[in-house]
Every structure is written in C-alpha cells, then in structure tokens.
C-alpha cells in the first residue's frame, strides 16, 4: 500500500527514497517503478512477522542518504515499529523536518489479539513511542478515531493531520465480465449469493464470527455460499471446524486475483476485531459491494452506516447475522453497493488522497525551514 502512495508522489515530479526493513530473503537493493528501495538487515521475529531491524546501520543509511541526495523531508511509517525511533535522532541530529504515520496505537486501539503481546506493545506506546510521537514536526493519522489517543499520548493539536490510505480505483471498479468468469471458477451458481471474507486467517480477524455467522445463516438460506480469501497460522483449525458446512462455506487460499474476487461476491464482511485502516473494505467498496464490517479502526470512516455499508460491534455473532440478512433482503433496491462506489471514489481514490499528502508535506516544510530562518 505505501508503494502503491510512493510511486503516484513520483509521478507528480517528486523524489522518494525509501529505507527499509530486510525480511524474507527481499534483495537489500532494488528500483520500484523509480522509487529506490534500500534494505537494512533486519530479524523477523516468527508468527508476529515484527521485523528488529539493526537500527545503529538504519541511521547510518539514512545519514548517508540525506547526504547524497540532498533529501529535505523525512517520513518515518509508522511508529508501532522500531525503525520509527529515527524520529528523534533525525530531529536532533540532522535538523530536518520528520513526519510520523500511525495506523493505530498499540495496546490502545490497535490489538494482536493475544494478551502478552498486547501488553508489551501497550508499555512500547506509553514509553518508546509517545516519546517518538512528541518528536514529530506532524503526525498523520490514518483515520479520525485516532485523534483521541494521539492527543492524550501528547502529541500538539495543531501537528495533527488526517490523511486516510487510497484506493487504486483504475485495478478495483465494477466489471460484469470479470464477474461471472471469476463466478464460473468459483463453481457458483446464478441464484446463489456469495459472501466474502478476505484477510490474514490470524485472531484478529475474527473469522470464527464470519463462520459462526455462516452456520446460522445457512440453515434459513439454500442459495448462499461464504467464501473465505486469505491464508495464515489458523487455516487449517478453521476448515477442520467447518468441514460439515463444506458445501456453503469455502476457503479459496490466497489470491493473486482479489479484484475478480471481489467482483463475484455480492456482500463483503469484514469481521476484525482490530484494524488501522481496513484496505479490504475500500477495495470491496470499489467494486460497488455493500461491505458489513465491526467498528474498529478507519471502518467507520470508509463507511456511512445504513447507507454504503452496516457498523456491527466486534465480536456479537447476533449482530453481524442480522445485518447480513437485512443486506441480504434489500440487497438490489438500497443500491448500497452503487453508494459505497461513489463515497471512494470522491473521498478515497489515489487522485483524492495524493494531493492531500502534497500539501500536508509543503506545510511542515514551510513551517520549519522558513520558520527556522
């Protein structure tokens, strides 16, 4: 996704640089579609995938880089991990403005789902990034939620900004074509409604609710099949627990084809019981389909509840079943999917959002070099 924001920046006449994390066997060098890429050796600690990276040659890298390219701007992603401890040491240092992106705050609106690693990251928010968070020039929240927690960690109103995540409207968009040949594939039938998951198979996405939802739903509805997209530790426990509903509920794996998916579904839930900001549910919107999803992260700013989608509360199997079947009575005469199109197409396409971030970058550099001069 932040490639994806990258590249558009590039395109409008601009330089990025990017420094990152090397995991996964990823070349310590590459250009992406003119975006350079350099990677600094990192640990991935396993299941959590967080990577610790060598963050004395981080800063190295990054020094020498602000050098040879004569960058004026630093933006640190994301202060859940440890590289965004440059924040600090760039400011001090090289007396450059730094820029801080959060898709949710650890332990206080962003959770794993597991106790212990709830709490460590709960202890890293109130220390390593608060102090981080106070460092920044800006802090750019991914959605309105945010704002609360950011505040009360200490971070200064007037250096907070919103800016959600884009959507590439030109790969995601309605296609009837695409439709009933992804339909075809998938082995569905014409009359028969296909309901969408599609995430990481990890606690946090709360598919035992999509699944207990679907074992409810099944028993009044013949034409109606739950589709699952997505991979990761817990695959194999859910398909064991669902193996008696195997004709109604499916996991597909995961996919390299998520804009036809999208399109041969007719209802898209997303069940998380923690989100930063659901990528999922913009795509699916994209794609003209009513997405019922939990209030968590940038959800309920995505969606307009009854309107271009349905806010059920995480985890309340009740709930989520009778919004899908509401969806599902009135699913062509609302025109909930059509609404939702065009909300993400005026307020979350990479054309709207890209020209938000221009300005958010000419502002902080204003404010500090002609403030400082």
Partial sequence: MRHEQDKR????????????????????????????????????LPVLEYPLPNLLLLYSW????????????????????????????????????????????????????????DLVAKLYTLTLCKTVLRSADRVVLSATVYVKDALNLGASPDR????????????????????????????????????????????????????????????????????????????????????SLRSAVEFIGYRHDMPDVMNAADIFVLSSTSEGFPNAVLEASACAKPVISTRVGGASDIILNGETGVLVEPGDVEELCGALEEVLADLHQTMMGDKALRRVRKYFSWDSVIPKWERMYSEVMNSVYLGSS
């Fill in 9 to 44: 920046i590039v395109k409008r006449g601009h330089q990025i640089c990017v420094v990152s994390c090397r995991t996964f066997g990823a070349p310590y060098f590459e250009e992406l579609e003119e975006v350079e890429v350099h990677r600094v050796p990192a640990i991935t």
């Fill in 62 to 117: 990054v020094v020498l880089l602000i050098r040879r390219y004569k960058i004026s701007l630093i933006h640190v992603e994301d202060g859940a991990f440890l590289t965004s401890l440059l924040v600090p040491l760039v400011k001090k240092a090289l007396k450059k403005p730094v820029i801080l992106s959060m898709q949710g705050f650890p332990g206080f609106s962003w959770f794993y789902g597991n106790h212990l690693v």
């Fill in 160 to 243: 907070i900004s919103v800016i959600p995540r884009g959507v590439d409207t030109e790969t995601f968009f309605p296609d009837p074509s695409r439709r009933s040949q992804m339909r075809r594939k998938l082995n569905l039938k014409d009359d028969e409604k296909m309901i969408l998951f599609a995430g990481r198979l990890v606690p946090v996405k709360g598919l035992e609710y999509f699944l207990e939802a679907a074992r409810v739903l099944i028993r009044n509805h013949s034409k109606i099949v739950f589709m699952v997209a997505g991979d990761g530790v817990l695959r194999g426990k859910y398909e064991r627990e669902t193996r």
